[in-house]
């Protein structure tokens, strides 16, 4: 199979060498062409995956309608925020052929439109075969062969099974679903209760206040996620608790990581720039979730006092001081 990856970042880097390490003739895309021709001369993305060698079957390029050419399989692997955009490239310049396999493996909502990544590939290209992978898999350990679980989720059958066949082997093993909008959703979702988590590393709060944080990130993600359509068995699958957990716990995680400078009292943007440009998900997806959220009238008090902390200039302890106080309810409700 000929597989293009769309986005030479961490995650795009390590599927794409999942792909290659199957045997599929893959191209890895990125935007910069002196960072592809950097990528390509050392054989190793250093930035993001320093020490992986890239395999002998994964060739990268800056040029975009030469990556898709002849593709099979086309993984979008840009930031959420940024997917939009690419997707306006493929359509205008790529030459993809018909019945290429779309997979996007971006966790987010875009901002504006409250859109999910497979609404926006439907908008912009209209009715293509689309999936997504999601799970618990940080690209760090994914590149390293460290055994591994996700999810392929699309709307039709033989669309996910083609995902699970190409992804597949002894160390990452892809089930799949057909629900599409609770994978989704998990996969942008726990990526604000992420943010929360690290707060509460950044201000030493211990184990009780992060377990119950994530607890009731699982419910409210539950929760929305099924107003939106989502199954109740995804959010305690791979895609919802298993992503939460690795992204709220591991040393990895982006988004634990800026909540935890939070917790500190670092300014936001301070944050971001110290990241040299890596981004977490989470700081978009807190005020997309927050507007989709109101838009349909859900309950989301972790998100709402992220968005708080991020958007509105309330004080960590405050947000977290807002929670604690809500009024007393039953768990279930």
């Known amino acids: ?38 990528l390509g001369a050392a054989r190793e993305n250093e930035r993001y995956l320093p020490g992986v ?35 306006c490239r493929l359509r205008d310049e790529g030459e993809a052929p018909p019945g290429a396999v779309y997979t996007s493996v971006s966790k987010g909502i875009e901002i504006g439109s409250l859109r999910r990544m497979s609404e926006l590939t439907a908008a912009i290209l209209g009715d293509v075969p689309f999936a997504v992978l999601s799970g618990p898999s940080h690209a760090e350990e994914v590149s390293r062969r460290t055994p591994t679980a996700v999810v392929s989720a699309a709307l039709d059958v033989p669309t996910a099974d083609a995902v699970q066949d190409a992804f597949m082997n002894e160390t990452f093993r892809v089930y799949t679903t057909e629900d599409v909008p609770g994978v989704e959703l998990a996969g942008a979702l726990k990526n604000v209760y992420a943010l929360a988590a690290g707060v509460c590393d950044g201000m030493a709060f211990g184990d009780n206040t992060k377990a119950a944080l994530m607890t009731r990130g699982i419910a409210e993600m539950a929760r929305l996620g099924r107003a939106l359509g989502g199954r109740p068995e995804t959010f305690a699958g791979l895609s919802g608790v298993g992503d939460l957990i690795v992204t709220c716990m591991s ?46 009238g859900v309950e989301t008090p972790i998100i709402d006092e992220i968005h708080a902390a991020l958007y509105e200039g309330r004080d960590p302890l405050e947000a977290v001081h807002g929670l604690m106080t809500r009024r007393a309810r039953a768990e279930a409700e």
């Open 251 to 296: 040393r990895h995680s982006r988004n634990r990581h800026v909540g935890e400078q939070l917790g500190k009292g670092r300014p936001l943007e301070d944050i971001r720039q110290a990241m040299g440009g890596k981004v977490a998900e989470g700081v978009a997806t807190a005020k997309s979730a927050h507007d989709l959220a109101a838009r349909i």
């Open 53 to 87: 060698p890239l395999p002998d079957a994964l060739s990268v390029s800056a040029d975009l309608s030469e990556a898709v050419y002849g593709a099979e399989l086309i993984v979008l692997a840009p930031p959420a925020q940024h997917m939009g955009e690419l997707l």
């Open 1 to 38: 199979m000929r597989a293009a990856v769309l986005s030479d970042g961490g995650w795009g880097t390590a599927l794409a060498i999942v792909l290659a390490g199957n045997g599929h003739d893959v191209v890895l895309w990125g935007r910069s062409p002196d960072r592809v021709r950097a």
